[in-house]
């Protein structure tokens, strides 16, 4: 069975620009979730998305947005981005329902903004 | 916002020690649960707990789920090096709602 996918794996971006990182889920998994993680602030939940609706949103700017298809797949955009973005961002994906928080991450995707 | 205190935020062992580590919350959690993450790797899920007091092992390991539901606790037995990796906590507040709230994490470096 076919992990989390993330792509791009690396990035490098400067200020101002955006960037939109994409996630597949595992076969099966309708809820997708984004996480930021930097080695200051640890791992921080940015927003979950099932059946192609954001169902909860972390503490972030109105920069970082996402999304959901109908087969699942999740995109996340940071538009302006500012030298404090810079990190691993991570997808999560799980079966929504009984025993949730069993969440399988990707990879992550490294950006980094100079 | 919720917080979750992880202590220690490393650890220097020998191969074949224990090792305990722990997470409290001035919150309460429905679910806590145990990421270990490896270099250039995601989080991958150790232990998911979902009742108070609840103790569960996972081979060499066991955590346990505080009767106040604020605290949790991850030990490992007789340590090898594949251990070797940052463990993370995470306690989730509603069941059902896929966001948590992760420790800081504790950074385990174990000498063969």
């Known amino acids: 069975k076919a992990g989390v996918t993330q792509t791009p794996r690396y990035l490098i971006k400067t200020r101002g620009q955006q960037v939109t990182l994409s996630c597949s889920p595992i076969?099966?998994?309708?809820?997708v979730s984004w996480y930021q993680q930097t080695p200051g602030q640890g791992l921080q939940f940015l927003f979950e998305?099932?059946?192609?609706?954001?169902?909860n949103k972390g503490n972030f700017p109105g920069r970082f947005s996402g999304r959901q298809f109908s087969n699942s797949r999740s995109e996340m955009n940071v538009s302006t981005l500012e030298l404090g973005d810079s990190a691993l961002y991570l997808c999560?994906?799980?079966?929504?329902?009984?025993?949730?928080?069993?969440?399988?991450f990707g990879e992550g995707s490294r950006l980094t903004v100079l | 916002g919720q917080q979750l205190n992880q202590s220690p935020q490393s650890m220097f062992i020998q191969e074949g020690e224990d090792v305990s580590m722990n997470c409290t919350s001035s919150?309460?959690?429905?679910?806590w649960l145990w990421y270990k993450q490896e270099p250039g790797e995601g989080p991958v899920l150790l232990i998911a707990?979902?009742?108070?007091?609840e103790l569960t092992s996972n081979g060499r390991l066991t955590a346990q789920f505080g009767i106040t539901r604020k605290d949790s606790f991850l030990n490992i037995s007789a340590s090898i090096p594949s251990d070797v990796g940052i463990y993370f906590c995470?306690?989730?507040?509603?069941?059902?709602?896929?966001?948590?709230?992760f420790g800081q994490g504790t950074r385990l470096t174990i000498n063969p």
């Open positions: 999560a994906s799980s079966i929504r329902g009984a025993n949730t928080g069993e969440l399988f």
């Open positions: 076969s099966g998994h309708r809820s």
């Open positions: 998305y099932f059946s192609e609706t954001q169902r």
């Open positions: 919150s309460i959690f429905n679910t």
């Open positions: 707990l979902y009742k108070a007091g």
């Open positions: 995470a306690g989730q507040a509603f069941q059902g709602a896929q966001k948590l709230v």
